[in-house]
């Protein structure tokens, strides 16, 4: 089994659309969590922290649950510079290691 | 500010030849990590260095040595290149932050 798990996806919306993408993890001394944004060909970019008491930036709202070691992000109003991979990563140890997820790929049509 | 620098960009090897990836970062981080990414695999793990003078076995270290040659730099050796290394290679660092800043990338095809 996978330590970070995603739908790969792709989830295909129209603008404007509220997408939610889900991720799991398997270690419950995993200690921090975080999603970060990938473009094609590009390397991964944090998009935001995931913090025990949800947290919005923006249109982006990231949610944790250790009990069900579930992860998720929601996005509001796509747009499509929205379209990207959206990778779900977990922070294990004070060596800053972190595990990642095989990404969801969104695509936002016009 | 160029943040976490990595050369080549792309490369093509003959199986067993070898070569060193090279990285550095100028934001003084304590931190450098090798990780590579293939299709429907995600990010792995190659070898990471907590601190200057240390370096650990990540997920899939086979076929690969590093160096951390100072605080600013972590270079990756493949010694004898197998079509199993193809991939893309990142390199980050983090310092006492969390997040990670990472380099381009290094795209190596190896035939």
């Known amino acids: 089994r996978k330590e970070v798990e995603q739908d790969p996806g792709p989830f295909n919306v129209p603008e404007g659309a509220t997408v939610a993408f889900n991720c799991t993890y398997s270690?419950?001394?995993?200690?921090?969590f975080f999603w970060y944004r990938q473009d094609c060909r590009k390397e991964p970019k944090l998009l935001m922290s995931v913090y025990s008491s949800g947290n919005e930036d923006g249109r982006f709202t990231a949610q944790l649950n250790r009990a069900s070691q579930y992860i998720s992000l929601l996005i509001r109003d796509s747009k499509l510079s929205d379209s990207a991979t959206y990778l779900c990563?977990?922070?294990?140890?004070?060596?800053?290691?972190?595990?990642f997820g095989s990404g969801t790929r969104l695509l936002v049509r016009p | 500010n160029a943040g976490v620098t990595q050369t080549p960009k792309f490369q093509v090897l003959k199986t067993g030849q070898s070569m060193t990836l090279q990285c550095a970062q100028d934001?003084?981080?304590?931190?450098m990590y090798w990780y590579r990414q293939d299709p429907g695999m995600g990010l792995r793990l190659i070898y990471y260095s907590a601190s200057e003078g240390t370096t650990d076995k990540g997920e899939v270290p086979n076929g690969y040595n590093v160096s951390r040659l100072n605080k600013r730099e972590f270079s990756l050796r493949l010694e004898s290149a197998a079509p199993s290394q193809t991939s893309v290679y990142f390199c980050a660092s983090t310092g006492q932050t969390y997040g990670y800043t990472f380099g381009s990338g290094t795209r190596l095809t190896v035939v």
């Open positions: 270690n419950s001394a995993s200690q921090s």
């Open positions: 934001m003084n981080h304590n931190s």
């Open positions: 990563v977990v922070r294990m140890d004070s060596s800053y290691k972190l595990i």
